[in-house]
T-cell receptor, first 115, second 117 residues
């Protein structure tokens, strides 16, 4: 069965420092992987996705993520964090070849960036 | 800014009321979704419409009734809700539905905050 894990409920970084939000997945085939961000009292915003091709994916607001097939990971990164990056981040996976092709969500990681 | 528009932004309703949530997208997408989200939790899929037909119902109680009048509009009719139904209701759309093999992105609206009293 497909699944996705975000091992950290909360990540705190200082403004200007690099940030990483971790995501690992389990699917039977080649995954489609997504990152979304949710700012307080807002809807979900799409950040980036990996479907195929280059393992390093660049997205909105300076975020990027690297698909690592051997480690089954898709960690979200940003070289220099901003206070405005403080939000809830969700990783999601879809197995296009599986019986269940719906989007499966991680539990979310709350990112706090301190000034 | 999202191109999925939801109204109303906030709704307070009694347990005997009938109300509706509305959603509109102008991206030409053929799949539309309703999700329910509790605070600090991931969204939970409720319904999917693909090409204006209901393709997925995640065993949602009948007090929630979806409707897709056309490919751009999606409604969620609410009747006899319970306080535990209070949540953020998110509408979303994508080019194709979950049955496709494509990696289409699901785009979300800002949501409707529902409080049942």
């Amino acid at each position: 069965a497909q699944s996705v894990a975000q091992p950290e409920d909360q990540v705190n970084v200082a403004e200007g420092n690099p940030l990483t939000v971790k995501c690992t997945y389990s699917v039977s085939g080649n995954p489609y992987l997504f990152w979304y961000v949710q700012y307080p009292n807002r809807g979900l915003q799409f950040l980036l996705k990996y479907i195929t091709g280059d393992n390093l994916v660049k997205g909105s607001y300076g975020f990027e993520a690297e698909f690592n097939k051997s480690q089954t990971s898709f960690h979200l990164k940003k070289p220099s964090a901003l206070v405005s990056d403080s939000a809830l981040y969700f990783c999601a996976v879809r197995d296009p070849a599986g019986n269940n092709r719906k989007l499966i969500w991680g539990l979310g990681t709350s990112l706090g960036v301190n000034p | 800014d999202t191109e999925v528009t939801q109204t109303p932004k906030h709704l307070v309703m009694g347990m005997t009321n009938k109300k509706s949530l509305k959603c509109e997208q102008h991206m030409g997408h053929r799949a539309m979704y309703w999700y329910k989200q509790k605070a600090k939790k991931p969204p939970e899929l409720m319904f999917v419409y693909s090409y204006e037909k209901l393709s997925i119902n995640e065993s949602v109680p009948s007090r929630f009734s979806p409707e897709c009048p056309n490919s751009s509009l999606l409604n969620l009719h609410l009747h006899a809700l319970q306080p535990e139904d209070s949540a953020l209701y998110l509408c979303a759309s994508s080019q194709d539905g979950p049955d496709s093999y494509s990696g289409n992105t699901i785009y979300f609206g800002e949501g409707s905050w529902l409080t049942v009293v």
